[in-house]
């Protein structure tokens, strides 16, 4: 899978589930939705800075390919750093950082538009707070083997992603999963690992640290 797709699922994943504890205003259906979601809400706003451990597959029904890697991600308001096993991604909110190992480069951007969209979680975030209906789809046993409800989003206008599934666990009201079906025959199921809430950042941490790499080869695209 290409660099940018990778970023990009990865984000839009971000900014669905940053859209789950920033915003209880999802149109639900049933009440069962409405208390999980404030839950949910409650529990980031308490968080204090996140630090996510996950394992991402992707599956191309076209292309008939899957991929599986872990990764990190730590959560701090719009800024965020993303870290896979090829690259590591820093935003602070408006400039975005992108290292690539295997060609010791790092572009430099700042994303505007359709860009921000695909790589700005903050953007994302915006974008969908307001543009889910969700449905209870019934209770499951998370991988962890506590028990889950199962929630579905739909996008209720026109988007490239047909739906999202979420399984929440109940007793935290944290998520287990998210899968994310987009309209290009893409999935992409992100399983969590490991939670850790209140891992408060400083700012410094989101931003791209020249002397921490002094042999990448900058490339500034701004």
């Not at 699922?9 to 999980?36: D, E, K, M, Y």
Request: net charge neutral; charged share 25%.
């Amino acid at each position: 899978m290409k660099r940018e797709n990778k970023i990009k699922i990865c984000c839009i994943w971000v900014a669905v589930f940053l859209c789950l504890w920033v915003t209880p205003g999802v149109r639900v259906l049933g009440q069962n939705v409405a208390s999980i979601l404030d839950k949910a809400a409650s529990a980031y706003e308490e968080s204090d800075g996140l630090t996510v451990y996950f394992t991402m597959q992707t599956r191309s029904d076209v292309q008939k390919v899957s991929e599986s890697f872990d990764g990190t991600i730590d959560i701090k308001g719009d800024k965020f750093v993303l870290k896979t096993p090829d690259m590591i991604t820093w935003f602070d909110g408006t400039t975005q950082w992108s290292f690539v190992e295997r060609n010791e480069e790092v572009n430099v951007s700042t994303p505007t538009g359709e860009e921000l969209q695909a790589t700005n979680p903050a953007l994302l975030l915006r974008s969908y707070e307001k543009g889910f209906t969700a449905k209870y789809k019934g209770e499951s046993t998370a991988p962890s083997g506590k028990a889950a409800h199962d929630i579905e989003l739909v996008p209720k206008k026109k988007s490239d992603i047909v739906r999202v599934e979420l399984q929440i666990e109940k007793f935290s009201g944290l998520p287990a999963s998210i899968a994310v079906f987009s309209k290009n025959g893409i999935s992409s199921t992100i399983r969590i690992s490991k939670m850790k809430t209140g891992v408060n950042q400083p700012d410094s941490y989101f931003v791209f640290n020249e002397k921490d790499y002094p042999d990448a080869e900058i490339i500034d695209l701004r």
